[in-house]
């Protein structure tokens, strides 16, 4: 136990003088911000902490994966038709956001208000723009 305390305290510490000497060597320079101490650097790695967080980011990667081997063992337990309509549900969903700028629509109406406007050269369609 004395060990891990021991390792602990060895480490912020060269965090802290680590800190420290980029700080000093690069913000007075650049910046021409304040020399700190060591102490003010631990205060400045503590004050980064509390506003960004805790490294505690390695459930972010695999909530993906998690969700992923869900459907698929969902998948696999359906029958062809029910995979189908369940894919259809899927882009349906996703295609319903951003109006003019959903995520299959790369191939652009040529009527588009959008188009047009780009190229005043395209004919315009009056019924299109009567609504």
């Given at each position: ?29 650049l ?7 060591f ?7 503590l004050l ?37 309509k ?34 005043p050269e395209?004919?315009?369609n ?6």
């Open positions: 136990m004395l060990k891990f305390v021991i390792m602990g305290v060895l480490f912020v510490t060269v965090v802290g003088f680590a800190t420290m000497l980029l700080w000093n060597c690069l913000i007075p320079e910046f021409h911000g304040p020399v700190i101490t102490w003010q650097a631990l205060g400045l790695m980064g902490k509390l506003l960004f967080g805790w490294h505690n980011h390695h459930d972010k990667f695999n909530r993906g994966r998690e969700w992923k081997s869900r459907l698929k063992d969902r998948m696999a337990n359906m029958t062809p038709e029910e995979q189908e369940m894919r259809e549900h899927l882009r349906n969903r996703c295609r319903t956001g951003f109006g003019a700028w959903k995520r299959d629509d790369w191939h652009r109406d040529p009527d588009s208000r959008w188009d047009r406007d780009r190229d395209q004919p315009k009056e019924e299109k723009e009567s609504h």
